[in-house]
């Protein structure tokens, strides 16, 4: 049995998501694969927590890679999803690809949280669903609809090529919580804000509402991460920010920040000269279609 699951992108709600905010994600169109019929050239922590002793699949994250670098789209969800969706395909006769993904939505985020120590599990939800969600985390688990991205809305994915992980960068942020706990709730409070803002632009269609409900977050970001002390705002990503600001647009990190992707979002494309500004800074843009179909089996 082969099945795939796509990677993802955090457009919103970022930190303020394991607060119980809404949180905005879509799927990628870059699949991970996982197959039956071969065994797995490694066995993935999140994997292991699922299946256990099981027989795991063989998988290809590849597309979720450039060379040997992740690019920050969720590969870790994907290879676990697909994972899960291969062998539970192979075992019971699912009449659709909807009924697998809600056979594996529930062990995927249970094994992912076990793997992770915790975590929202907003990146599992959107590879098992894809298209578009709104995400909320709950006391009994995770509140995810489907959203519609505004038809007008430019979103382009800015691959910077510095390795972050979002588990260190979490674990810093924790830890100013701990030490500082009513400055960090102010802090989440304006992310919040902007969180659902971004909901609300969603709902209503607006890519104006949307770009600057994610301005909000933005400054959310770099106020926390200066407080903080861990970089969720690069000095690469505030200049792009600063340069998008005068195009009406918004540069912002995608997910927990720290380098590793970023998303360009305005209602109109990027100009020459910020396209210019791109390569400055060493941000790729990666040719993405967001909202892309989720898990689903493959025919051999």
């Known amino acids: 049995m082969i099945a795939r699951a796509p990677g993802k992108i955090v457009l919103s709600g970022a930190y303020a998501v394991l607060e119980g905010a809404p949180a905005i994600v879509a799927a990628v169109d870059r699949y991970v694969t ?9 066995l993935t922590p999140e994997v292991r927590a699922a299946l256990g002793s099981d027989p795991a699949p063989w998988f290809d994250a590849g597309p979720l890679r450039n060379g040997d670098k992740k690019l920050g789209l969720g590969s870790s969800a994907a290879i676990l999803v697909a994972s899960l969706g291969a062998v539970y395909a192979a075992k019971t006769p699912f009449d659709s690809d909807e009924a697998l993904r809600e056979a594996v939505l529930g062990p995927a985020l249970l094994a992912h949280r076990t793997a992770q120590g915790g975590g929202s599990g907003i990146d599992v939800a959107a590879s098992v669903h ?13 509140e995810v609809r489907h959203a519609t991205l505004p038809a007008d809305a430019v979103i382009e994915v800015l ?49 104006i509402g949307l770009v600057r409900a994610l301005r909000t977050q933005l400054r959310g970001f770099s106020d926390l991460g200066e407080r903080a002390r861990v970089p969720i705002v690069t000095r690469e990503v505030a200049r792009l920010a600063d340069a998008a600001a005068e195009e009406d647009a ?3 990190p995608a997910g927990a920040g720290g380098g590793d992707v970023a998303i360009y979002v305005g209602t109109a494309p990027p100009s020459a000269a910020l396209v210019r500004a791109f390569d400055a800074e060493r941000h790729e843009r990666l040719p993405l279609r967001l909202g892309a179909q989720g898990l689903h089996r493959v025919l051999a």
């Not at 390795?163 to 030490?179: G, H, I, Q, W």
């Not at 709730?185 to 890519?207: N, P, T, Y």
């Open 159 to 207: 691959f910077a090529g510095v390795p972050a992980s979002t588990s260190e960068l979490v674990s810093k942020v924790r830890a100013f919580k701990a030490r500082a706990p009513h400055e960090y709730a102010g802090f989440i409070e304006d992310l919040r804000s902007g969180s659902e803002e971004a909901e609300q632009a969603l709902d209503d269609g607006s890519a």
């Open 250 to 252: 918004v540069v912002l």
């Open 130 to 142: 894809g298209g578009a969600i709104v995400a909320r985390k709950t006391e009994s688990g995770l």
């Open 34 to 42: 996982a197959d039956t019929s071969r065994p797995p050239p490694l």
